[in-house]
């Protein structure tokens, strides 16, 4: 999810989400549903926070060629993160567009 929204950003800090918005104009916030992942029978272990690391690493490692700065931010409230950036929202919002796009 990419999180442009001024006041959503700034709601990360008033909310005591994490401090560590830097004034950036974006943020990319990773959702997994660790019911959806893949999980290893002998141990349980779910894939979900693995796999969505590399995706984020990518993204890190190709915002860095285009020469934009970028930062891992571990140190957040993850029920603050949920309240402020609403993934729900976003992800019905993103299949709209999608559908409507296929039309």
Known sequence: MVLTDKDKIKALDEEKCTRYTFDA???????????KAWTRKYDNSSSAEVDSSIVLTHMML??????????????????????????????????????????
Not at 25 to 35: E, G, K, N, Q, Y
């Open 25 to 35: 104009p974006l943020i990319f916030v990773m959702c997994v549903d660790r019911a």
């Open 62 to 103: 190709q915002a860095q060629e285009l020469g934009l700065g970028t930062t891992w931010v571990m140190a957040f409230n993850p029920e603050i993160a949920k309240k402020v950036s609403k993934p729900e929202e976003y992800v019905k919002e993103v299949i709209k567009k999608l559908s409507a796009a296929c039309l």
